[in-house]
C-alpha cells in the first residue's frame, strides 16, 4: 500500500463518518413531532412539548453547521499540506523529538480550540441562554477554557513526553510501557478525580445536615454500603441541568448531587437517584468500566506499535519526515472505525447496567419515585422523548426515558 492510497482511505473514513451521523441526525429529527407515549403524557404539557420540540430543531441546525464547518476545516488542513507546516514550525524551536512533539500539539489544540470557541459561545450564550438553561458568566467561560489549556499541558503533556520517551528506549515494545503508565494514571485519576480535579471548576461542599442526609444514610445502612462522603456540586454555576454521579473507590468513595437535582426532586425522588448510582457499585459496573477502558487503551497501543514505526503514515499526511507525533495523527484517523465499534459496544453494555442499576433501586428502595423523578429531570432539560431507534443504538449510553419507565413497572 502507498502513502497516497492511505491518505485517500482518511479521507474516505472522515467524509463516511461525516455522512453517517448526519443521516443518523436526519432520522432522529423526523421523530422531534412524534406524539408523546401513553406512559409520558404527564412530562410536558402542550406547551413545554413545543419548547422541548424547538430546542431540539434548534439544536440539530445549530449541529449540522458546527460539524459541516468541522469536517471542511479538516478537509482542508489534510489537502493543503497543514500538518506539514505545522512540523515546520514546531521543527524550528528544537532538535528535540519530545519538543517538537509538544510543540506540534500545542499549536493543534490551541488553534482548534480557538476556532471552535465561537461554536460553544453561540451554543452556550444564544442557544441555552435562550431555553433558560445557561448561567455561565462570560468570565466563568473564558477561565475554563484558560483551566482546560493548562490541564492539557500538564497532564496531557506530560504523559504524551514520557509516552514517547519510551517509544525512543524500547521502540516496538514502547506499548507496554505506555498501557502501564496509562493504566496507573486511569486508575488514580478514578480514585482522586473528585477531590482533585473538580475543585478546579466547580465548588463541592458536605451535604449538610437533615433530612434528605438522614434518609439517604438510612437507605445506604439498610444495603449495606458504607457511604460517608455525600457532596453537593455548584451545578448551577454553569447550567439548570440537573445531574448525580458516583466515584471513587474505598475511603475515596463518594457520591456528588448537583444543587440543581436538589432544588429539582423531592427527598424521596433523590434517595432513588442515589440507590440507581448505589446499584451501579454494588452490581460492579465501576470496576467492569475500568477494567474495560484499562483493555481497550492496550489494545489499541498495541496495534499502533503494529504500525508507528512505517514512514507510510506520516507520509499519508503530506509530512515528510517521518515522526512519532505525525504517525499518531495518521494512526488515529484510521483506527477511527474500530473506535466507532468499540463505541458501539460500550454503550450497549452501558444501557444493560443503566437497567441493572434501576432493577436494583426498584429492589432496595421504591420504582415510583425514582419513575417521577426520571420524568422530571427529562421535563427540565427538554429531553427528546421519542428518538430515532438507529440513533439511540449508535448514539445513547442510557436507554430511553420510556424504555427505563417500562422496565421499572414490570
Same mark, same amino acid.
Given at each position: 500500500?502507498?502513502?497516497?492510497?492511505? #491518505?485517500?482511505?482518511?479521507?474516505?473514513?472522515?467524509?463516511?463518518?461525516?455522512?453517517?451521523?448526519?443521516?443518523?441526525?436526519?432520522?432522529?429529527?423526523?421523530?422531534?413531532? +412524534?406524539?408523546?407515549?401513553?406512559?409520558?403524557?404527564?412530562?410536558?404539557?402542550?406547551?413545554?412539548?413545543?419548547?422541548?420540540? +424547538?430546542?431540539?430543531?434548534?439544536?440539530?441546525? #445549530?449541529?449540522?453547521?458546527? %460539524?459541516?464547518?468541522?469536517?471542511?476545516?479538516?478537509?482542508?488542513?489534510?489537502?493543503?499540506?497543514?500538518?506539514?507546516?505545522? +512540523?515546520?514550525?514546531? @521543527?524550528?524551536?528544537?532538535?528535540?523529538?519530545?519538543?517538537?512533539?509538544? /510543540?506540534?500539539?500545542?499549536? /493543534?489544540?490551541?488553534?482548534?480550540?480557538?476556532?471552535?470557541? !465561537?461554536?460553544?459561545?453561540?451554543?452556550?450564550?444564544?442557544?441555552?441562554?435562550? #431555553? &433558560?438553561?445557561?448561567?455561565?458568566?462570560?468570565?466563568?467561560?473564558?477561565? +475554563?477554557?484558560?483551566?482546560?489549556?493548562?490541564?492539557?499541558? =500538564? /497532564?496531557? &503533556? &506530560?504523559?504524551?513526553?514520557? /509516552?514517547?520517551?519510551?517509544?525512543?528506549?524500547?521502540?516496538?515494545? #514502547?506499548?507496554?510501557?505506555?498501557?502501564?503508565?496509562?493504566?496507573?494514571?486511569? =486508575?488514580?485519576?478514578?480514585?482522586?478525580?473528585?477531590?482533585?480535579?473538580?475543585?478546579?471548576?466547580?465548588?463541592?461542599? !458536605?451535604?449538610?445536615?437533615?433530612?434528605?442526609?438522614?434518609?439517604?444514610?438510612?437507605?445506604?445502612?439498610?444495603?449495606?454500603?458504607?457511604?460517608?462522603?455525600?457532596?453537593?456540586?455548584?451545578?448551577?454555576?454553569?447550567?439548570?441541568?440537573?445531574?448525580?454521579?458516583?466515584?471513587?473507590?474505598?475511603?475515596?468513595? @463518594?457520591?456528588?448531587? *448537583?444543587?440543581?437535582?436538589?432544588?429539582?426532586?423531592?427527598?424521596?425522588?433523590?434517595?432513588?437517584?442515589?440507590?440507581?448510582?448505589?446499584?451501579?457499585?454494588?452490581?460492579?459496573?465501576?470496576? *467492569?468500566?475500568?477494567?474495560?477502558?484499562?483493555?481497550?487503551?492496550?489494545?489499541?497501543?498495541?496495534?499502533?506499535?503494529?504500525?508507528?514505526?512505517? $514512514?507510510?503514515?506520516?507520509?499519508?499526511? &503530506?509530512? %515528510?519526515?517521518?515522526?512519532?507525533?505525525?504517525?499518531?495523527?495518521?494512526?488515529?484517523?484510521?483506527?477511527? !472505525?474500530? %473506535?466507532?465499534?468499540?463505541?458501539?459496544?460500550?454503550?450497549?453494555? %452501558?444501557?444493560? *447496567?443503566?437497567?441493572?442499576?434501576?432493577?436494583?433501586?426498584?429492589?432496595?428502595?421504591?420504582?415510583? $419515585?425514582?419513575?417521577?423523578?426520571?420524568?422530571?429531570?427529562?421535563?427540565?432539560?427538554?429531553?427528546?422523548?421519542?428518538?430515532? $431507534?438507529?440513533?439511540?443504538?449508535?448514539?445513547?449510553?442510557? $436507554?430511553?426515558?420510556?424504555?427505563?419507565?417500562?422496565?421499572?413497572?414490570?
Amino acid at each position: 500500500m502507498t502513502s497516497t492510497s492511505l #491518505f485517500y482511505i482518511i479521507i474516505a473514513i472522515i467524509v463516511i463518518n461525516f455522512i453517517v451521523d448526519k443521516v443518523l441526525d436526519a432520522l432522529n429529527a423526523k421523530h422531534f413531532n +412524534d406524539a408523546i407515549p401513553e406512559e409520558l403524557s404527564d412530562v410536558y404539557d402542550e406547551v413545554e412539548y413545543k419548547k422541548s420540540q +424547538d430546542y431540539k430543531a434548534t439544536n440539530y441546525k #445549530f449541529g449540522i453547521w458546527s %460539524s459541516l464547518f468541522s469536517v471542511v476545516l479538516t478537509l482542508g488542513f489534510l489537502l493543503f499540506d497543514g500538518f506539514e507546516y505545522v +512540523d515546520t514550525i514546531a @521543527r524550528s524551536y528544537s532538535n528535540n523529538t519530545i519538543v517538537i512533539a509538544l /510543540i506540534f500539539f500545542g499549536i /493543534i489544540m490551541i488553534a482548534s480550540d480557538i476556532i471552535s470557541t !465561537p461554536f460553544s459561545y453561540y451554543r452556550t450564550f444564544v442557544i441555552e441562554e435562550k #431555553f &433558560g438553561f445557561n448561567k455561565t458568566t462570560k468570565k466563568t467561560f473564558v477561565l +475554563d477554557k484558560i483551566k482546560g489549556w493548562l490541564m492539557s499541558a =500538564v /497532564i496531557g &503533556g &506530560g504523559l504524551f513526553a514520557l /509516552i514517547i520517551w519510551f517509544y525512543e528506549l524500547t521502540k516496538d515494545n #514502547f506499548w507496554l510501557y505506555a498501557w502501564a503508565l496509562v493504566t496507573v494514571f486511569t =486508575v488514580f485519576m478514578n480514585m482522586f478525580y473528585s477531590r482533585l480535579i473538580v475543585p478546579l471548576f466547580n465548588k463541592q461542599t !458536605p451535604l449538610e445536615d437533615g433530612g434528605l442526609r438522614d434518609s439517604i444514610s438510612q437507605y445506604a445502612k439498610t444495603v449495606g454500603f458504607n457511604l460517608k462522603n455525600i457532596f453537593v456540586i455548584d451545578g448551577s454555576k454553569r447550567s439548570t441541568k440537573a445531574n448525580a454521579y458516583f466515584s471513587g473507590f474505598g475511603s475515596e468513595k @463518594r457520591v456528588t448531587l *448537583f444543587d440543581t437535582l436538589i432544588n429539582e426532586l423531592d427527598e424521596d425522588e433523590i434517595v432513588s437517584v442515589l440507590a440507581h448510582e448505589v446499584g451501579h457499585y454494588k452490581r460492579n459496573h465501576i470496576i *467492569f468500566n475500568l477494567i474495560a477502558s484499562i483493555l481497550l487503551t492496550g489494545l489499541t497501543l498495541y496495534i499502533l506499535s503494529l504500525f508507528i514505526s512505517n $514512514p507510510l503514515l506520516s507520509e499519508a499526511l &503530506g509530512v %515528510s519526515i517521518p515522526s512519532f507525533h505525525i504517525g499518531m495523527i495518521a494512526f488515529g484517523l484510521l483506527y477511527s !472505525p474500530i %473506535s466507532e465499534i468499540t463505541g458501539l459496544f460500550m454503550n450497549y453494555i %452501558s444501557r444493560r *447496567f443503566e437497567y441493572q442499576a434501576d432493577n436494583y433501586a426498584k429492589e432496595t428502595y421504591k420504582a415510583e $419515585p425514582l419513575i417521577s423523578g426520571l420524568k422530571k429531570l427529562n421535563k427540565t432539560s427538554l429531553s427528546n422523548l421519542t428518538p430515532h $431507534p438507529a440513533y439511540v443504538f449508535m448514539h445513547y449510553s442510557h $436507554p430511553t426515558l420510556l424504555e427505563r419507565i417500562r422496565n421499572l413497572k414490570q
